[in-house]
C-alpha cells in the first residue's frame, strides 16, 4: 500500500521582549534560579497580570508578515492545570479568540514552492522548568521562565513528509528572526516545535489518527522524530494495529518516539476568559503603525533578488534564510560594483563554509561584507585570480586588513603583462625539452605540466587565460 | 440537572481535593441542591445576548516593555515550605 | 474619643488635642478587653500598630499631615499588607507573612493611617455569616448569639464595636453591605474598577471590589478619599481623575427621585425589615425625595448566575493554592498528586471546597456553554435592567438583606439557605455598580436593619450625600450596642 504523510506543526516562539508579558520581570536568559520571578511570576495571592505592549505589536508584525487577519478584539483565557512549574495552576493563553487568525507561509522546495496556510497565532506565558537534580529525591522548580511571551503559531495540516516540515519550521524560523520578534535560539528553547503526524491511504481523503511529538528542539530531532513516527504508524497499521491518538515525546538518544499520555487521560482545560483581563483591542491605526516599522519580508526581498540581480531562484531562497545573510548580500554587492552572482556564490560557498566550521553567525563574521565586496571587485577586474581570491579570503579571515592591502603586502597582484608572462612561458619551455618534445609528438597532456611549471614560476600570480594562450602559441609555433 | 457520585470524585480530583471515603455524598447532596438554585437560569431565552464577562464591557490597558520588578527571591522564599539552592521543592515530577 | 467620627478625629489630632499614639493606644486596649468576645481580629500587632502612630505624630508635628494622618483602621484580612500575617480567615495562609502591601493598604500608609490589625471574615471571602472562618465565627456587638454576616464580618463588628473608627472591607456578593446592615453600621461597595484590586486576594475578579466601612456616610467618603484611585497594576483599574467623595455630602435631597424595585419588596422579606425600610423611605420623602416604582426582572436570576460565575472564577483564582511557593503544605504525603490533594484538603474549608468544586465543574468539558456562557448572557440582562431603572430615577434604594442578623450555627447546615441573605446585593456586583448599606433601625430583637442604597456608575459621591442627608436627620448611625458600650 502507498501511504502519505500528513503533517501539521505547532511552534511556540519566545517573544523577544525585554519584561515578562505579564509582568516587569526580566526575560534574560541564564540568571540565577528564582531571581527573575516577581510577586506575579510566583503568583503571590493578590497579584495581577497587566499585558505587555511590545508582546502584542510582535504578534501583530507576524500576523501581517503571513497575510494574516490581525483580530481586533482578542481574548486571554485560564488553561486550568495542576503542575509545580504553573505557578497559578492555569496558564494565561487565548483560546476561542486569538490575536491572530489565518495566514499563509510560502515555502522554497528543492522541487519548487509550496504554501502552507497557518490556523492561527496567539499569545500565551510560558512556563517555569522542572530541574531533575540532587534534591533528595525531589524535583527543584525554577520559575524565571515563568511568564515569559509565547506566540503559538499554529498550522494546518498541510506537509506531507519530514522535508517539508522542517523547510516550513526553517521558514518560520527565519521569519520571527528575520522580524526580529524571536532570538531563534533554539538550544535556550526560544523556537519550540509540537508535531502531530498521521498517515492515511494515498488517494484516502478522511485524515488518519494522529499523535502529537512534543518539544523538538532542533530541525533535526524534527525530521527524526517524524521519520520514526511515520514508520511507527505505517508499520502498526500493516500489522494490523489501529493508532492511538496521543501525545508523544521524542527520545534522542534512542532516535524513538514513546508515549507521554493518552486521549483517555487528556486534561480538561476548563478554559474560561481570563477575569483579571479584558478584550484586547487592536484597532487599523496601530495596525498601520506596526506595518509601517516593518522591514522588507523574506519572501518579497526573495522576488526582488531575482529580479534585480538576476539571481536563481535557490540562491535567492538561501540568502533570504535570514536576515543576517540578506543584508551581508546586498552590502556586499554594493561594495562589489554589483556583482551579484560572484557576490552569492562567494557567500554560498566559502563564506558559509568557514561560518559552519567555525560556528559563527554571519553577523559575527570576521569577514565584513564591504571586504567581501571589495575581494570580488579584485576578481572581477583581473586583479585577482580564482584562486588568489581565496587566498585573500584566508587573510581577511585571519584579519590581515582591508583587500588591497593584503594584495600589496603578500604581492599577490595577478600578472597580466604579456612580456612577463612570455618571459616567464620561454624559461619553462627552455628548462624542459624533453616535455616540450613529447607535447610536440601528440601527449597532449604534457601541457598541463608546462602551464603548472610556468603558474610555479609567476608565484601562481600569472593570469592563467593570459598564461594558457600564450603556452599554446609558443608550442604551436614552431 | 444532578452530579453523580462519579462526577463529584471527578471534579474533586480535577480540583485536586482529596476526599475522604464516605465525603463524597455529602459533597454530592450539597452541591446537588446548589444546581437546583442554579437551574433557574435555564428557563431564559439568552439567544442573541451578547456574554457579559465585566460590567461596561471595558477593554484591555498595555504595559510598556521595561524592567520593573527587582530580584525578590530571598523575600519570596522565606516563606515557602521548602527551598534549596534558591529551588521550590516539590515531591519528584515524572515525565 | 471612639464615638467621635474622622472629621473630629481629625481635627482634634490637628490641634494636638490628642496624639496618634494616644488614639492607637486606646483602640488597643478596647481591642484588648472586647476581642476574645468578639473575635472580630484576625492578628494584631501592637508594636507595628504604634510605630505607624509614631511616625503619623511626627508628620502631624512637621506639617505635612493629610486629614486622614493618625487615624486608626483596620484592614480586612483579605488585603496583604507587607510584613503582616495575612491569612484570609483560611489555614491555607494560617502562617502567611505577606511579602508586599496591597495597593489598598498602601494608598491609607501613604495617607498616614494607622493600622491596628487583620479582621476576621469568611474563609476567602465565601461566606454570608462570618462562620466559614479558620479561627472562628465573628459575634455580632448588638446579641452576641447573632452572626455578624459576612464576608466582612470582622470589619463590621469592629467598626460597630468601636474597636475601630474604619475599616476596610470587600465586596463580591453583598460582603460589605449585608454585614453593615447586620451589624447598624455605613458601608460602601464602590463601582467596579474604582478601588485597585492589587493585593485583595481574589475570590471572584470580575464582582471583587473594595471599599469603606464605617459608622457614618460622611466618615466612608473620607475614607473613600484614600482608597480610591487608578491603579496601573490592576487591568481592570479604571483610568479617571481622582475625585472628592465628601463633595456632595452637603447637597440636599429636594426632587430626588429613589426607585423602588418591586422585586426587592416581595415575598421572603421579612416583615421587621419591610417596616423598618418603609419608615426610612418616609424619612426621605420627608426630605422632599419621590419615590417612584421600578422592576428589575432579572435580578430574580442573580443568585443562581452569582452561584455559577463566582464559583467558576474562584476555582481557578485558589489553584494557587498548591504547598509549593508559600501557604500551607501537608506534612505527609506521597507523590506530588498526594502533596496537592492533602494539601488543599486539610488547607481549605468545606465553603470553600463546596464552591472550588461548583466551579469546576460548571466549567469542565461538555458544560462550559450550559452554565458559564448562559450565566454570562443573564448577566448582561440583569445589568440592562439597572441601566432602564436608572432612566427613570436617581438611585434605588431597597432592603440591604432580606432579615436582620440570624444566630450563629442557625444555616450553617443549609448552604441555600444561606446564599439567599444576599439576594438584593448580588445583582449590584454583577452590574457592576455602587452600592451602600446604612442603619434604618431595629427589628423585634433589637438587631440592626440596613437600608441598601444603589447608585449609577460612578455615583458614589452622590450615593454618600443622600446616605449623609437621611443621618443628619436620623441617628440609627449613632446607636451604640449596649455590651460595648
Known amino acids: ?478 | 440537572m444532578s452530579l453523580s457520585l462519579q462526577d463529584v470524585e471527578r471534579v474533586a480530583s480535577l480540583a485536586r481535593i482529596a476526599i475522604a471515603p464516605g465525603e463524597a455524598e455529602t459533597w454530592q447532596s450539597q452541591i446537588n441542591g446548589i444546581f437546583e438554585l442554579i437551574a433557574g437560569m435555564q428557563a431564559v431565552d439568552t439567544n442573541g445576548i451578547e456574554p457579559m464577562a465585566h460590567a461596561r464591557d471595558p477593554v484591555q490597558r498595555l504595559r510598556t516593555d521595561e524592567v520593573t520588578e527587582p530580584d525578590l527571591r530571598e523575600k519570596f522564599q522565606a516563606i515557602a515550605p521548602q527551598v534549596e539552592a534558591g529551588l521550590y521543592l516539590v515531591p519528584q515530577v515524572i515525565e | ?485
Open chain 3, 1 to 485: 474619643m471612639i464615638n467621635e467620627g474622622l472629621k473630629q478625629l481629625s481635627a482634634a489630632l490637628a490641634a494636638r488635642r490628642i496624639s496618634s499614639e494616644e488614639l492607637a493606644r486606646e483602640y488597643l486596649a478596647r481591642i484588648d478587653q472586647l476581642n476574645p468576645q468578639i473575635n472580630a481580629f484576625i492578628t494584631v500587632n501592637p508594636d507595628a500598630t504604634m510605630q505607624e502612630a509614631k511616625t503619623a505624630d511626627a508628620m502631624l508635628a512637621a506639617g505635612t499631615a493629610g486629614p486622614l494622618t493618625g487615624i486608626p483602621l483596620a484592614h480586612k484580612d483579605i488585603f496583604c499588607m507587607d510584613g503582616w500575617r495575612t491569612t484570609c480567615a483560611s489555614r491555607m495562609l494560617e502562617n502567611f507573612v505577606a511579602p508586599y502591601d496591597a495597593h489598598v493598604v498602601g494608598l491609607c500608609r501613604q495617607a498616614g493611617m494607622v493600622c491596628l490589625g487583620k479582621t476576621n471574615m469568611d474563609e476567602f471571602a465565601m461566606g454570608s455569616s462570618n462562620e466559614t472562618s479558620w479561627f472562628g465565627p465573628v459575634r455580632n456587638p448588638w446579641d452576641m448569639q447573632a452572626v455578624p454576616g459576612g464576608s466582612s464580618g470582622g470589619s463590621a463588628a469592629a467598626v460597630a464595636a468601636r474597636l475601630a473608627p474604619v475599616a476596610t472591607g470587600t465586596d463580591t456578593g453583598g460582603s460589605i453591605r449585608q454585614p453593615a446592615a447586620m451589624t447598624g453600621i455605613t458601608g460602601l461597595k464602590p463601582t467596579y474598577g474604582v478601588v485597585s484590586r492589587y493585593g485583595m486576594i481574589a475570590f471572584a475578579s470580575s464582582l471583587d471590589q473594595a471599599g469603606p466601612m464605617a459608622r457614618s456616610a460622611e466618615d466612608c467618603a473620607m475614607l473613600m478619599n484614600a482608597m480610591a484611585g487608578f491603579d496601573a497594576r490592576d487591568s481592570t483599574s479604571l483610568e479617571r481623575e481622582r475625585e472628592d467623595y465628601t463633595r456632595d455630602l452637603g447637597q440636599p435631597l429636594a426632587g430626588l427621585r429613589i426607585g423602588l424595585p418591586k422585586e426587592f419588596f416581595a415575598a421572603g422579606l421579612s416583615g421587621d425589615v419591610a417596616r423598618a425600610v418603609d419608615e426610612a423611605l418616609a424619612e426621605y420623602r420627608r426630605l422632599g425625595a419621590v419615590t417612584v416604582e421600578v422592576s428589575l426582572p432579572s435580578s430574580a436570576l442573580s443568585i443562581p448566575v452569582y452561584y455559577v460565575l463566582a464559583p467558576a472564577e474562584a476555582s481557578a483564582n485558589l489553584s494557587r493554592f498548591d504547598g509549593v511557593r508559600y501557604g500551607h503544605r501537608a506534612a505527609e504525603y506521597g507523590d506530588l498528586t498526594d502533596m496537592y490533594q492533602k494539601t488543599r484538603a486539610e488547607g481549605f474549608g468545606a465553603e470553600v471546597k463546596r464552591r472550588i468544586m461548583i466551579g469546576t465543574y460548571v466549567l469542565s468539558h461538555g458544560y462550559y456553554d450550559a452554565y458559564y456562557i448562559k450565566a454570562q448572557k443573564i448577566r448582561r440582562l440583569i445589568a440592562e435592567d439597572f441601566a432602564k431603572a436608572f432612566a427613570e430615577c436617581d438611585v434605588i434604594m431597597g432592603p440591604t438583606a432580606p432579615e436582620t442578623a440570624f444566630d450563629l450555627g442557625a444555616k450553617n447546615s443549609d448552604p441555600v439557605a444561606m446564599y439567599l441573605s444576599d439576594i438584593y446585593t448580588i445583582a449590584v456586583n454583577l452590574a457592576g455598580l455602587p452600592g451602600m448599606s446604612i442603619p434604618c433601625g431595629f427589628d423585634s430583637r433589637q438587631r440592626p436593619v440596613g437600608l441598601q442604597l444603589i447608585g449609577n456608575y460612578f455615583g458614589e459621591a452622590r450615593l454618600l450625600g443622600i446616605a449623609h442627608q437621611y443621618q443628619l436627620a436620623t441617628d440609627w448611625h449613632q446607636r451604640v450596642p449596649a455590651a460595648v458600650a
Open chain 1, 1 to 478: 500500500m502507498q501511504w502519505e504523510v500528513v503533517i501539521g506543526l505547532e511552534v511556540h516562539a519566545q517573544l523577544a521582549t525585554r519584561s515578562k508579558i505579564f509582568s516587569g520581570a526580566s526575560t534574560a536568559f541564564g540568571a540565577e534560579p528564582n531571581t527573575q520571578a516577581s510577586a506575579v511570576d510566583i503568583a503571590l495571592p493578590g497579584v495581577l497580570p497587566v499585558l505587555n505592549r511590545a508582546a502584542v505589536e510582535h504578534a501583530i508584525r507576524f500576523g501581517l508578515a503571513v497575510d494574516a487577519e490581525i483580530n481586533p478584539k482578542s481574548v486571554f483565557a485560564r488553561k486550568n492545570y495542576f503542575y509545580p512549574d504553573l505557578p497559578k495552576g492555569y496558564q494565561i493563553s487565548q483560546m476561542d479568540e486569538p490575536v491572530v487568525k489565518g495566514g499563509s507561509l510560502r515555502l522554497i522546495l528543492p522541487d519548487g514552492e509550496k504554501t502552507i496556510r497557518l490556523t492561527r497565532a496567539h499569545l500565551e506565558e510560558d512556563a517555569g522548568k522542572s530541574l531533575h537534580g540532587d534534591f533528595h529525591g525531589m524535583t527543584g522548580i525554577d520559575l524565571n521562565r515563568a511568564g515569559t511571551p509565547l506566540l503559538e503559531i499554529v498550522s494546518e495540516p498541510d506537509m506531507r513528509s519530514a522535508v517539508e516540515a522542517v523547510a516550513y519550521a526553517r521558514t518560520l524560523h527565519g521569519l520571527v528572526t528575520w522580524l526580529g520578534i524571536c532570538d531563534g535560539n533554539m538550544q535556550e528553547g526560544s523556537f519550540r516545535c509540537d508535531a502531530n503526524v498521521s498517515v492515511r491511504p494515498r488517494g484516502q481523503a478522511a485524515f488518519g489518527t494522529r499523535c502529537e511529538i512534543k518539544n523538538l528542539n532542533s530541525f533535526r530531532f524534527l525530521e527524526r522524530a517524524i521519520e520514526f513516527e511515520v514508520r511507527r504508524q505505517i508499520e502498526l497499521i500493516e500489522d494490523g494495529g489501529t493508532v492511538r491518538q496521543e501525545t508523544r515525546l521524542y527520545d534522542a538518544d534512542r532516535d524513538e518516539t514513546r508515549t507521554m499520555r493518552t486521549k483517555e487521560d487528556a486534561f480538561d482545560y476548563r478554559y474560561f476568559p481570563d477575569p483579571d483581563l479584558l478584550p484586547l483591542v487592536i484597532g487599523q491605526q496601530w495596525i498601520e503603525e506596526v506595518r509601517a516599522s516593518m522591514p522588507e519580508l523574506p519572501s518579497a526581498m526573495h522576488n526582488r533578488l531575482v529580479a534585480q540581480y538576476g539571481l536563481p531562484a535557490y540562491d535567492a531562497s538561501i540568502l533570504t534564510a535570514s536576515r543576517g545573510m540578506a543584508d551581508y548580500f546586498e552590502q556586499a554587492v554594493a561594495a562589489s560594483g554589483g556583482a551579484a552572482k560572484q557576490c552569492a556564490n562567494w557567500i554560498m560557498g566559502d563564506l558559509s563554509a568557514a561560518l559552519n566550521r567555525h560556528g559563527i553567525d554571519i553577523g559575527a563574521s570576521p569577514v565584513t561584507a564591504a571586504q567581501l565586496g571589495q575581494l570580488v571587485a579584485r576578481v572581477q577586474d583581473g586583479t585577482l585570480s580564482g584562486k588568489l581570491g581565496k587566498t585573500v579570503f584566508e587573510a581577511l579571515w585571519q584579519g590581515e586588513g582591508e583587500v588591497d592591502v593584503i594584495i600589496d603586502n603578500r604581492g599577490l597582484r595577478q600578472v597580466s603583462d604579456t612580456g612577463a608572462i612570455a618571459a616567464i612561458v620561454d624559461g619553462v619551455l627552455q628548462a624542459h625539452p624533453a616535455q616540450v618534445a613529447e607535447f610536440r609528438a601528440g601527449k597532449e597532456k604534457m601541457l598541463g605540466f608546462l602551464i603548472g611549471q610556468a603558474m610555479k614560476a609567476s608565484k601562481g600570480k600569472a593570469n592563467p587565460q593570459q598564461l594558457n594562450e600564450m603556452m599554446l602559441a609558443r608550442l604551436r609555433a614552431d
